[in-house]
């Protein structure tokens, strides 16, 4: 057995040092658990006190400028958009700034480094700063595995998708290295000294699991730098899981039992299998193993999935679709944005769940080949979701709102305008007075096309029509762009109007060249006493725009500027 004989939960805390009893776990450790659960809590009280606060307390000046402050934290970002996935807003940046102070402290505050020890007399063994270090990189253990999952308690308390918490999960894994780090050296320090390292490695498990840890958790993190990720997906995609349950299971192996240490592996285990069996419960209970996806390609290079269900969702929302084909990727689930919305109560028939997709390599590149040549080909899948979304209230209910996708995320659009169109319904219960603008940016020439059929189609199957003063659609056509312009032409958004569709059945305005993203937002932002919600998907540079205009309007209710009194964005980074 590689374990300690006799094997226990908890480690003695018996002759465990020479100066003092051992209670390195309950002060670092714990100590650790405590910051990571205060500020979930800060930021799961802020979160309910927005979603429950009354109509009249958010009509309050004092109230606004309070919802605008921290808004301005969570859309102001860095100009460089190298830093825009490390750093997404400034109050990420506190966030992590508090966490790095905070384990600095812990880490380098208290003395001594390393005991007193000589040749003739030893007070301990281990050096008090690998210790504390060691103690504080378990503690992070259980928030590094449950921060990806899809359905986390974290989530579900702070209201924060699951994949905006992956920032956080790429930080705390940095910062659990650097702590195994400090928390390893000390340690060969000591021993060299003292002589007996060669002896450690070969008598103690401490070494060669801690080292095979070490190895696993390099290649975790430096496999997650974005530029090498994006580049070696395919790779890191295969490995990651892999490496990673290689490295707890080094890591509990490394742990040995110590004091409280398998504590930490129970709460992380706990925490990972509360949330996949949730997942899977709603796969298999909620929606079923009888659904079926049709593939239909509506130009080069779009393919439009749909799966009829019964299941209930919102703008912006995202399942996991995991399709049963005779080959190894049924194993993998992928991640779609939903561009449809519920059928309204009143039509008969089942929901139908429509995704547009841009194949690329991979299960979506496959069945775009199959969909080409058989038309309508269906195959089975599995549903994992919905998660994401705008969490604040419905786009509809601000006075006005824009809607800005670009690139894969252009469908995103589709489902928002749908919205508009049921709740102009005079009839409806849900009627909305309020003014929408979509802006698309695309290189697909033949988007326009399918995205006014998929409009028509919706229209005649609810039995509505369009709400003339109350939706606008631009499209810019980027392939249009002449090769000659240069990137300050582009910066300054000199988009050239191509044609009003005045063939078609819908007032869909179309342009030539990029849309002027920032002069957009900001002169939806700049109207009057009104309430505004932003919807951005697109690529970064598109994104870092959009959330440039949204933190300016919040400065401008913080100085009781003119303009709008609230100003809310919801972001969605799409490639």
Sequence with gaps: MWLDQPVTLHGSREDECELTAEQSDWVYALGTIYFFVATIAVCTFGFWALRLAPKSLRAKKPWQKLISSFRFLAYR??????????????????????????FFAMTLGPQPYYWPNTRTLTYAGSPPIATRAGWMALACLPFVVILPTKANTIASFTGVSHDRLIVFHNWVGWAMFVLALIHTFPFIIYHKWKGDLDMQWTMSIFYWSGTAALICQAYLQFMSISSIRNRYY???????????????????????????????????GVLYTLSWLYSQTRTYFEHGI?????????????????????AKWTTAQHVFLRFITLNTHSLTAHPFTICSIPTPD???????????????GGTTGRLAKIAANQPGYTVPVLIDGPYGGVQNRPLTE??????????????????TAMDVIVKSIPSSREKSDHRMHIVIATRDRSLVQWFEDALLAFMEETRTSWPQDQLEISIYQT?????????????????????????GKLPITVYSGRPNISALVREATLESNSTVGILACGPAGVLQEVQSEAAAAQLRILKSEAGAREVYLHSELFS
């Excluded at 970002?77 to 905070?102: C, D, K, Q, T």
């Excluded at 790779?235 to 004091?259: E, G, N, P, Q, R």
């Excluded at 601000?398 to 489902?415: E, F, H, K, P, Q």
């Excluded at 300050?488 to 569709?501: A, C, Q, R, Y």
Aim: aromatic share 12%; proline share 2%; glycine share 6%.
């Design 234 to 268: 395919e790779v890191f995609k295969v490995t990651h899981f892999a490496a990673a349950i290689l490295f707890i299971l080094f890591l509990f192996f490394h742990c040995d039992y110590t004091l409280s240490s398998w504590d930490y592996f129970i709460a992380a």
């Design 77 to 102: 970002h860095s100009n460089s958009r190298a830093l825009y996935s490390y750093l997404p807003s400034l109050g990420v940046g506190i966030l992590l700034a508090i966490g790095a102070v905070f």
């Design 479 to 503: 392939g249009f762009i002449d090769s000659t312009r240069t990137s300050s032409d582009e910066e300054k958004g000199d988009s050239n109007k191509v044609t009003s569709i005045a063939q």
């Design 398 to 415: 601000y006075n006005r709102s824009i809607v800005v996708t670009c690139g894969s995320g252009a469908a995103l659009s589709l489902g």
């Design 346 to 360: 009143k039509v008969p028939g089942k929901t139908k769940m429509v995704f547009y997709v841009q194949p690329r």
């Design 290 to 310: 009888s659904c079926k996806a049709t593939f239909e390609m509506v130009s080069d290079v779009c393919m439009k999935i749909t799966i009829s269900i019964d």
